[in-house]
Protein backbone atom coordinates (compact mmCIF):
# COMPACT_ATOMS: atom_id res chain seq x y z
CA UNK A 1 0.00 0.00 0.00
CA UNK A 2 1.42 3.48 -0.86
CA UNK A 3 1.76 5.87 1.53
CA UNK A 4 -0.03 9.18 2.50
CA UNK A 5 1.25 12.78 2.64
CA UNK A 6 -0.72 14.72 5.22
CA UNK A 7 -0.78 18.59 5.20
CA UNK A 8 -1.99 21.08 7.88
CA UNK A 9 -4.44 23.18 7.00
CA UNK A 10 -2.09 25.41 6.08
CA UNK A 11 -0.40 23.84 3.62
CA UNK A 12 2.94 22.95 5.79
CA UNK A 13 3.90 19.26 5.76
CA UNK A 14 3.25 17.27 8.28
CA UNK A 15 4.32 13.74 7.47
CA UNK A 16 3.61 10.41 5.75
CA UNK A 17 0.60 8.48 7.07
CA UNK A 18 -0.52 4.75 5.54
CA UNK A 19 -3.12 4.68 3.25
CA UNK A 20 -5.67 2.97 5.44
CA UNK A 21 -5.20 6.24 8.06
CA UNK A 22 -5.74 8.78 4.86
CA UNK A 23 -8.78 7.19 4.49
CA UNK A 24 -10.25 7.12 7.97
CA UNK A 25 -9.52 10.91 7.80
CA UNK A 26 -10.90 11.55 4.88
CA UNK A 27 -13.97 9.29 5.94
CA UNK A 28 -14.30 11.13 8.81
CA UNK A 29 -13.87 14.43 7.16
CA UNK A 30 -11.04 15.57 8.74
CA UNK A 31 -8.90 15.94 6.11
CA UNK A 32 -9.56 16.15 1.92
CA UNK A 33 -7.76 14.95 -0.70
CA UNK A 34 -5.60 17.26 -2.62
CA UNK A 35 -3.69 14.51 -5.07
CA UNK A 36 -5.60 10.93 -5.86
CA UNK A 37 -2.67 8.03 -6.48
CA UNK A 38 -4.45 6.95 -9.81
CA UNK A 39 -5.82 4.12 -8.27
CA UNK A 40 -9.41 2.99 -6.78
CA UNK A 41 -10.09 1.58 -3.21
CA UNK A 42 -12.84 -0.27 -3.70
CA UNK A 43 -15.32 -0.98 -0.60
CA UNK A 44 -18.42 -3.88 -0.26
CA UNK A 45 -20.74 -0.38 -0.97
CA UNK A 46 -18.28 1.68 -3.05
CA UNK A 47 -15.39 3.14 -4.66
CA UNK A 48 -13.34 5.96 -3.88
CA UNK A 49 -9.83 7.12 -5.42
CA UNK A 50 -6.93 6.01 -3.79
CA UNK A 51 -5.23 9.39 -2.08
CA UNK A 52 -1.60 10.62 -2.76
CA UNK A 53 -1.71 13.93 -0.33
CA UNK A 54 -4.54 15.18 1.87
CA UNK A 55 -4.84 18.39 3.91
CA UNK A 56 -6.18 18.43 7.07
CA UNK A 57 -9.62 20.49 7.08
CA UNK A 58 -8.50 21.78 10.49
CA UNK A 59 -5.30 23.65 11.72
CA UNK A 60 -3.76 21.50 13.79
CA UNK A 61 -0.28 23.31 15.95
CA UNK A 62 2.40 21.65 15.87
CA UNK A 63 3.77 22.68 19.36
CA UNK A 64 7.69 21.52 19.42
CA UNK A 65 9.50 20.95 16.09
CA UNK A 66 12.48 18.87 17.37
CA UNK A 67 15.87 18.09 15.25
CA UNK A 68 15.46 16.06 12.21
CA UNK A 69 16.63 12.36 13.60
CA UNK A 70 19.79 11.06 12.42
CA UNK A 71 19.13 8.21 10.39
CA UNK A 72 20.76 5.98 7.91
CA UNK A 73 17.81 7.01 6.06
CA UNK A 74 17.90 10.64 6.35
CA UNK A 75 21.75 10.78 6.00
CA UNK A 76 21.49 9.13 2.50
CA UNK A 77 18.85 11.62 1.52
CA UNK A 78 20.98 14.73 2.94
CA UNK A 79 23.75 13.25 0.82
CA UNK A 80 22.10 12.47 -2.42
CA UNK A 81 22.94 9.03 -1.81
CA UNK A 82 26.82 9.55 -2.99
CA UNK A 83 29.78 9.03 -0.75
CA UNK A 84 30.81 12.92 -0.21
CA UNK A 85 34.42 11.79 -0.55
CA UNK A 86 34.37 10.49 -4.40
CA UNK A 87 30.92 10.43 -5.28
CA UNK A 88 30.87 7.13 -5.67
CA UNK A 89 27.16 5.48 -4.76
CA UNK A 90 27.28 5.23 -0.45
CA UNK A 91 26.90 2.31 0.75
CA UNK A 92 28.25 3.30 4.30
CA UNK A 93 27.93 5.88 7.47
CA UNK A 94 31.12 7.43 8.03
CA UNK A 95 32.20 9.57 11.23
CA UNK A 96 34.16 12.16 9.86
CA UNK A 97 36.10 12.08 13.30
CA UNK A 98 36.31 8.98 14.05
CA UNK A 99 34.19 7.08 16.97
CA UNK A 100 37.81 5.91 18.09
CA UNK A 101 38.72 9.80 18.24
CA UNK A 102 35.89 10.94 20.33
CA UNK A 103 33.40 11.98 17.28
CA UNK A 104 30.18 11.51 18.11
CA UNK A 105 27.34 10.32 16.04
CA UNK A 106 25.80 13.41 15.00
CA UNK A 107 24.40 15.32 11.78
CA UNK A 108 27.42 17.21 12.04
CA UNK A 109 30.19 14.53 12.49
CA UNK A 110 28.33 11.58 10.16
CA UNK A 111 28.32 11.21 6.16
CA UNK A 112 27.47 8.84 3.37
CA UNK A 113 30.44 7.05 1.98
CA UNK A 114 31.07 4.15 -0.83
CA UNK A 115 32.43 1.31 1.11
CA UNK A 116 36.80 1.84 -0.61
CA UNK A 117 36.13 5.51 1.05
CA UNK A 118 35.50 4.04 4.53
CA UNK A 119 37.54 1.36 4.20
CA UNK A 120 40.30 3.62 3.50
CA UNK A 121 39.74 6.16 6.09
CA UNK A 122 39.49 3.78 8.65
CA UNK A 123 40.19 5.55 12.15
CA UNK A 124 42.33 8.26 10.67
CA UNK A 125 41.23 12.12 10.34
CA UNK A 126 40.56 13.32 7.28
CA UNK A 127 44.07 16.10 7.64
CA UNK A 128 45.79 12.62 7.97
CA UNK A 129 44.67 11.54 4.40
CA UNK A 130 44.76 15.09 3.03
CA UNK A 131 41.07 14.56 2.41
CA UNK A 132 38.88 17.89 3.05
CA UNK A 133 35.03 18.03 1.96
CA UNK A 134 33.35 21.08 -0.01
CA UNK A 135 31.39 21.59 2.82
CA UNK A 136 30.96 20.75 6.33
CA UNK A 137 28.21 18.29 7.12
CA UNK A 138 25.42 19.86 8.65
CA UNK A 139 21.93 18.68 10.20
CA UNK A 140 19.55 19.53 7.62
CA UNK A 141 16.18 22.03 8.07
CA UNK A 142 13.32 22.61 7.03
CA UNK A 143 9.44 21.13 7.33
CA UNK A 144 9.89 18.96 4.48
CA UNK A 145 12.39 17.19 6.16
CA UNK A 146 9.45 15.62 7.96
CA UNK A 147 8.57 13.83 5.17
CA UNK A 148 12.23 13.36 3.16
CA UNK A 149 13.80 11.71 6.32
CA UNK A 150 11.48 9.13 6.09
CA UNK A 151 13.01 7.86 2.38
CA UNK A 152 9.19 7.58 1.78
CA UNK A 153 9.29 9.26 -2.28
CA UNK A 154 6.43 10.05 -4.10
CA UNK A 155 6.81 12.67 -7.02
CA UNK A 156 3.29 13.91 -6.38
CA UNK A 157 3.98 15.20 -3.09
CA UNK A 158 7.04 17.28 -4.76
CA UNK A 159 5.12 20.54 -5.20
CA UNK A 160 3.54 20.57 -1.88
CA UNK A 161 7.17 20.05 -0.22
CA UNK A 162 9.56 22.14 -2.39
CA UNK A 163 8.41 25.51 -0.36
CA UNK A 164 9.01 23.83 2.69
CA UNK A 165 13.05 23.47 1.76
CA UNK A 166 14.78 20.67 0.65
CA UNK A 167 15.26 21.12 -2.54
CA UNK A 168 18.30 19.41 -3.94
CA UNK A 169 16.53 15.99 -2.09
CA UNK A 170 13.53 16.41 -4.62
CA UNK A 171 15.83 16.91 -7.94
CA UNK A 172 16.04 13.44 -9.14
CA UNK A 173 12.71 12.51 -7.26
CA UNK A 174 10.93 9.08 -7.95
CA UNK A 175 9.07 6.59 -6.85
CA UNK A 176 10.44 3.93 -5.23
CA UNK A 177 9.73 1.37 -2.44
CA UNK A 178 10.26 3.03 0.71
CA UNK A 179 12.42 -0.16 2.44
CA UNK A 180 15.15 0.66 0.20
CA UNK A 181 17.63 3.18 0.42
CA UNK A 182 17.64 6.57 -1.62
CA UNK A 183 18.85 5.89 -5.37
CA UNK A 184 22.45 6.84 -5.51
CA UNK A 185 22.23 10.36 -8.02
CA UNK A 186 24.73 12.81 -9.19
CA UNK A 187 25.37 15.86 -6.82
CA UNK A 188 27.85 17.83 -8.76
CA UNK A 189 27.67 20.52 -5.75
CA UNK A 190 28.75 18.15 -3.16
CA UNK A 191 31.21 16.17 -4.58
CA UNK A 192 33.76 15.75 -7.46
CA UNK A 193 34.14 12.87 -9.68
CA UNK A 194 36.94 10.81 -9.44
CA UNK A 195 39.03 10.61 -12.62
CA UNK A 196 40.50 7.52 -14.46
CA UNK A 197 43.48 6.48 -12.58
CA UNK A 198 42.83 8.89 -9.08
CA UNK A 199 40.24 7.31 -7.17
CA UNK A 200 41.09 7.83 -4.05
CA UNK A 201 43.81 10.30 -4.55
CA UNK A 202 43.69 13.02 -2.06
CA UNK A 203 40.52 16.05 -2.97
CA UNK A 204 43.39 18.74 -2.08
CA UNK A 205 46.86 18.79 -3.16
ZN1 LIG B 1 34.10 7.17 -1.78
Not at 37 to 45: D, K
Request: hydrophobic letters at 40%.
Amino acid sequence: MPHVLVLNASYEPLGVVSMRRALILLLNHKAIALEDAGTTLHSATSAVPAPSVVKLTRFVRVPYRGPVPLTRRALFARDHGRCVYCGAAATSVDHVIPRSRGGQHRWDNVVAACRRCNHTKADRHLADLGWRMKRPPAAPSGLAWRVIGTGIKDPRWRPYLEPYGGLDQFRDFEHHDHTELPPAVPSPVRTRPVRRGEQHAPLSA
